[in-house]
């Protein structure tokens, strides 16, 4: 009978082969070959490559974290103690104070490393998602070490918390006054683009079909690239902006374009044109970036894309509150269309650019009212997911979303939660990198337009990529780079969702 207790039942102590004359170890069994863990083991933790956290010095995240977030925060808690110090009545003076002091927490939480604690449950819609998210993937994470995407987005999160279960302040937006003020200060390329387009498009007088189409793809071409370095003006980065270097981010004229084509290091501009010369009254949607002067050429551009015809339904989708600084929420959505039409912000325009921003923000009004313009925020795009998980996550949007001819994704956060924000190889093609939106049945054709402001970098010729960082090693966030990247999707496969 074997006795469990004798010495001799104990298991042998470690063996060591030595196992040199055997045949070397290899790696990639099971890959695919496309990314280095296979799609249906992606998560949030475990993004297809390999993530940026924070604690990586070598990236655009450890700044962030460390430096920007801070900063931005303190920023913040100015433009709060700006507004108490207008209040009079004490209740809402007492409110507010208090949410001075979740702010104080929250910068202490990200200045002592704090781990990521649950969303308090202010009875907003998006509890679930981030709580769940938070259980299933980050418990015991702290800022830096979880992945820099969603540690950024929870500290906007966190942000609004700080309001969410005030009494009074429930929709305070720390940085509505930044964004209104920059707008104000981008006079010069605002007129630019009113006095060009406040006159409905038309062709050449007899202009024969062919015509019609060349002028139309010329338009597109430059448009496209209005729309683009609009989203150099990031607040989140230029928080100290002069109105020279305002100026400079913002000229539209075709010189500048030209000379700015070049540094679109991705560019399906060409195989975007054949697929939009090819709607007729179509439906486009943009997924928002930013409040402002981004918005406007947002804007410009859809108005243009109404009135040659290409699409009679525009959906724009913002976010529900504040968020990366900058970003559109309903609030800078209505200011900036009631300011073209009723405002003073530009005290030096001259009467007929005055004229000109009125006119187009009337007629922006009116495509709102008869239902060509719709603005939306679902609650999905102030959440820490990427959109790798739009069809798990908000099988509603994505549904949405498939009903649409393009959707463009504007800006840096956009790109980043596109491509899981992780370190892909940067020659890896666009659709590869979006994996569900580009392979799910029924994802619609989706286009980035980024300047590129943090390190992920796909699209890209390796050599490009490699060549760059050795001569300019600040490229992946100087804003001075850019791609346009085109996913032709599945559209008109029906839609299905894992049970
Ligand atoms: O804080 C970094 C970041 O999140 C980057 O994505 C980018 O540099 C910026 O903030 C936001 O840029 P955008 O407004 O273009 O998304
Ligand atoms: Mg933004």
Redesign the pocket.
């Known amino acids: 009978m074997a006795d469990r207790s004798h010495p001799s039942a104990k298991p042998a102590a470690r063996t060591v082969l030595n196992l040199g004359n055997l045949p070397p170890k290899r790696q990639g069994f099971g890959a695919n070959g496309l990314y280095p863990r296979t799609p249906s083991r992606v998560d949030p933790n475990n993004p297809p490559w390999p993530a940026y956290r924070g604690y990586h010095e070598y990236s655009?995240a450890h700044e962030?974290m460390g430096k920007?977030?801070p900063t931005i925060l303190g920023k913040a808690v100015d433009d709060v103690v700006k507004t108490l110090n207008e209040q009079y009545e004490e209740e809402k003076i007492v409110d507010l104070s208090q949410c001075i002091e979740r702010m104080q927490q929250l910068m202490s939480d990200l200045n002592n490393n704090a781990k990521l604690r649950p969303i308090v449950d202010d009875g907003e819609g998006d509890i679930p998602l981030w709580n769940k998210e938070i259980a299933k993937f980050f418990r015991g994470k702290d800022f830096m070490n979880a992945p820099w995407l969603f540690a950024?987005a929870y500290k906007y999160r966190r942000l609004h918390e700080c309001f969410s279960i005030s009494k009074y302040w429930k929709d305070y937006d720390v940085f509505f006054r930044q964004k209104c003020d920059t707008f104000s200060r981008s006079g010069t390329a605002v007129f630019e683009l009113s006095t060009r387009f406040a006159i409905p498009f038309s062709y050449e007088p007899n202009a024969t079909e062919a015509e019609k189409l060349k002028a139309r793809e010329l338009v597109f071409h430059e448009l496209t690239q209005v729309c683009l370095w609009g989203?150099a003006t990031?607040?989140?980065?230029l928080i100290n902006m002069t109105e020279e270097d305002i100026k400079n981010l913002q000229s539209t004229g075709g010189e500048h374009l030209a000379a700015t084509e070049k540094n679109i290091l991705g560019n399906h501009l060409n195989r975007m044109w054949k697929l939009v010369s090819s709607m007729k009254n179509g439906r486009i949607d943009f997924v928002l970036?930013?409040a402002g002067f981004?918005l406007y050429c947002d804007c410009v551009y859809a108005d243009w894309l109404v009135q040659a015809g290409i699409a009679s339904e525009i959906h724009f989708h913002g976010k529900r509150f504040a968020w990366?600084?900058?970003?559109v929420t309903r609030k800078d959505w209505d200011w900036l269309l009631n300011s073209m039409v009723y405002g003073s912000l530009f005290p030096h325009g001259t009467d007929a650019e005055l004229a000109s921003l009125k006119q187009m923000g009337q007629r922006w009004k009116e495509y709102e009212k008869q239902g060509k313009w719709v603005y939306e925020q679902h609650p999905f795009w102030c959440t820490g997911y990427t959109f790798w998980s739009i069809s798990t996550e908000a099988p509603d949007l994505f549904l949405h979303l498939a009903g649409s001819d393009l959707v463009l994704f504007?800006?840096?956060?956009?790109?980043?939660k596109l491509t899981y924000d992780c370190q892909a190889p940067s020659q890896t093609p666009f659709d590869i990198a979006i994996g569900p939106l580009a392979s799910d049945d029924g994802a619609p054709p989706v286009a980035s337009l980024?300047?590129i402001?943090?390190d992920v970098v796909v699209g890209v010729p390796q050599e490009v990529a490699d060549r760059l960082d050795s001569e300019e090693p600040g490229w992946r966030?100087s804003?001075k780079y850019a791609v346009v990247l085109l996913s032709d999707g599945l559209k008109g496969l029906p839609v299905k969702f894992d049970k």
């Open positions: 655009f962030t920007r977030l950024e989203n990031d607040l989140s980065l970036d930013n981004e990366f600084v900058s970003d504007k800006g840096d956060l956009n790109h980043r980024r300047t402001k943090s966030i804003g």
